[in-house]
C-alpha cells in the first residue's frame, strides 16, 4: 500500500515538474514553419533612414497654453529671445530645448505648486521661421531663412532655393546634419526620389538643419542627365560661358543659351503644352565654335570642370555618339567648362567622310582658287572634300589658258607655318589621295599658265611699248589736222 501512495505521488510530480519544461523547450516537430516575405525586385538603399522626432521648441515659436478650468493662466506665448515664454502665477519658464509634451509636463509641475491636480495643454500655434544651411554642388551655397509660408519645407525646396544643382553633385551621398543628438547625420539618395519617387529621400527639414551636397567623383553622364531633366536642377533659362580650344575652326570664349522646345500631351481630351528646356552640350558648343576640322580628333576630346573641390577632367568619345548612338558621350555643359579638341595624327579617308556630314562639322569651308580658271575666287564647299572638287566648282580649267596638268596648293598650318605643293592633276582619283587631297578651310589653290600662255602674253608684254606709241600717235594725228582747218 505504501509502494502504490509512494508510486502516485512521484508520478504526479514528474507531471508537475515536465510542465515547464516542455513549455520552455518546445519540440522542433511543434515549430511554426518560417515563412520569408517576399523583397520587391528593386529596394531602395537607406544607408540611414530619417526618423521623425518630435518638435522642439525654439526662439520664436508661438504656442498656447490652456489650464482647464483656470482660464486667465491660459493663452498664447511667444518663445522670448533667452528661451522662455511667461505666464501668469509662475513667471518665466524655459521651454527652448523641449518638446511639446516635455513642455505640458514642465508646466504641469510647476503649476501643481498653487493648483491641486492641474490639468495643462500645449499646442503649437504658429512654428518660429527655419533657418538652415546649404553647401557644396549647388549654385549659391549659404543660410537660408525659411518664412512662415516655407513651413515644413523639404530638402528638395531648400536646394531650389540654394539655385539648384551643378551637373557635378553626387546625388547618392547627400548629407543632412541635424542638431538633434539622436541622428547628427543622416546620408539621403536623391538618385532614388528622381528614379522611383522614394519621399523617405526628401525629408521635412528642421531648424537648424545643414545640408551638403558633396562632389562626384569623376563624370557620370547618366546621372547627369538625371539632373538636367529634374526639377532639381540649377536655372535653365540663363546662359553660360564655356571655353572651346583646339582643333575648332574659331576657338574661344562663348555664351550658349538654352534652347526652349514645346511639347504636346493630351490626357483624357485634354492637351497640354510643356516646355522643355534643352541645355547646352559638347556638340553644341563646337557647332557655336564653327565646327571641328578635319584634323579634330573626336576620340578624345577633353573637358575640364570647375567644381566645389576643384578642377575635374573627363575625356568623352564623339565618334561613339556617330557610330552607336551613345547619347552619354554628349555631356552637359555648365559654366566655366572649357573643351580642348585636340589634333589627331591619323584619320582614315572613310572615317573623314563621317565626322564630315556631323552636326558638329562645319556646313562649308572657304577655298581660294586663283588663276586660269572660269570662275576665280572664293568658293564655298562641304569639308573633307577633295582638291578635284574645288577646281570643278570653280568652273573648271579655262581651256584656252590653264595647264592643266600640275596646281599648286598653299596651306597655312595651326602652327603658322605654310606649305606649299605642287600637285599633279588627275579627275579619275578618289578622295583623299596623294593627287587629290581633302582640302581645308582656307586653302589656296593656283592654277597656273600653260606655256604657249605664257609665250603668248610675254610676247604681248614686248610690243606693248610699241602698240601704245602708235596708239598716242594715231591720236595726235586726228587732233592737229582738225585743228588746222578751224
Known amino acids: 500500500m505504501f509502494v502504490r501512495y509512494v508510486s502516485y505521488f512521484l508520478t504526479h510530480l514528474t507531471l508537475l515538474v515536465g510542465v515547464p519544461l516542455i513549455s520552455a523547450f518546445p519540440v522542433k516537430a511543434q515549430t511554426a514553419p518560417l515563412i520569408r516575405p ?75 505648486t498653487i493648483l491641486r491636480q492641474p490639468i495643462v495643454t500645449v499646442n503649437l500655434v504658429t512654428p518660429r521661421p527655419v533657418q538652415i544651411a546649404i553647401a557644396g554642388e549647388v ?107 583646339g582643333a575648332v575652326f574659331r576657338p574661344g570664349a562663348y555664351s550658349l543659351t538654352p534652347e526652349a522646345s514645346a511639347i ?103 577655298v581660294n582658287v586663283v588663276g586660269e580658271v572660269k570662275n576665280p575666287g572664293v568658293i564655298q564647299i562641304p569639308p573633307n572634300r577633295p582638291l578635284n572638287q574645288a577646281l570643278l566648282s570653280a568652273g573648271g580649267f579655262d581651256n584656252n589658258r590653264a595647264n592643266k596638268s600640275s596646281v599648286e596648293l598653299i596651306r597655312l598650318n595651326p602652327n603658322g607655318s605654310v606649305t606649299r605643293r605642287t600637285i599633279d592633276i588627275d579627275f579619275t582619283l578618289g578622295n583623299a589621295q596623294e593627287n587629290n587631297p581633302v582640302l581645308q578651310n582656307n586653302d589656296v589653290i593656283i592654277v597656273r599658265r600653260s606655256l604657249i600662255t605664257r609665250l603668248g602674253d610675254s610676247g604681248s608684254s614686248l610690243l606693248q611699248p610699241i602698240q601704245n606709241a602708235f596708239t598716242l600717235y594715231r591720236l595726235f594725228s586726228d587732233v592737229i589736222p582738225t585743228r588746222s582747218n578751224k
Do not use: C
Request: net charge neutral; charged share 15%.
Open 38 to 112: 517576399l523583397l520587391p525586385r528593386r529596394q531602395p538603399v537607406l544607408r540611414n533612414p530619417v526618423r521623425d522626432f518630435p518638435y522642439v521648441l525654439g526662439v520664436g515659436d508661438k504656442i498656447r497654453v490652456d489650464v482647464f478650468g483656470v482660464e486667465r493662466y491660459g493663452g498664447e506665448q511667444s518663445v522670448l529671445a533667452d528661451g522662455t515664454i511667461s505666464l501668469q502665477g509662475i513667471g518665466p519658464v524655459p521651454v527652448v530645448g523641449l518638446t511639446l509634451v516635455e513642455t505640458q509636463k514642465l508646466i504641469t509641475r510647476l503649476y501643481s
Open 264 to 366: 504636346d500631351t493630351t490626357i483624357s481630351g485634354t492637351t497640354t503644352t510643356v516646355t522643355r528646356i534643352n541645355l547646352p552640350t559638347v556638340t553644341k558648343a563646337l557647332q557655336t565654335a564653327g565646327g571641328i576640322t578635319n584634323v579634330a580628333d573626336i576620340r578624345h576630346i577633353e573637358i575640364q570642370r570647375i567644381t566645389r573641390t576643384g578642377v575635374q577632367t573627363t575625356k568623352i568619345n564623339l565618334w561613339e555618339l556617330l557610330q552607336s548612338g551613345d547619347i552619354n558621350q554628349d555631356v552637359f555643359l555648365q559654366e566655366g567648362d572649357t573643351i580642348i579638341v585636340p589634333t589627331a595624327t591619323n584619320i582614315a579617308a572613310v572615317d573623314l567622310q563621317k565626322i564630315a556630314s556631323a552636326s558638329f562639322s562645319p556646313a562649308t569651308i572657304s
Open 139 to 245: 549654385y549659391r551655397p549659404g543660410s537660408y531663412n525659411l518664412g512662415v509660408d516655407q513651413q515644413f519645407a523639404r530638402l528638395t525646396q531648400a536646394i531650389k532655393i540654394a539655385g539648384g544643382l551643378t551637373q557635378a553633385a553626387d546625388l547618392s551621398l547627400v548629407q543632412l546634419r541635424r542638431t538633434t543628438p539622436q541622428q547628427p547625420v543622416v546620408t539621403l539618395n536623391l538618385a532614388e526620389l528622381l528614379a522611383q519617387g522614394d519621399l523617405k529621400q526628401d525629408p521635412i527639414l528642421r531648424d537648424g538643419d545643414s545640408i551638403f551636397i558633396p562632389t562626384i567623383t569623376g563624370f557620370n553622364s547618366e546621372q547627369m542627365r538625371q539632373i538636367a531633366s529634374s526639377s532639381l536642377a540649377g536655372s535653365s533659362n540663363q546662359s553660360i560661358q564655356v571655353v572651346v580650344v
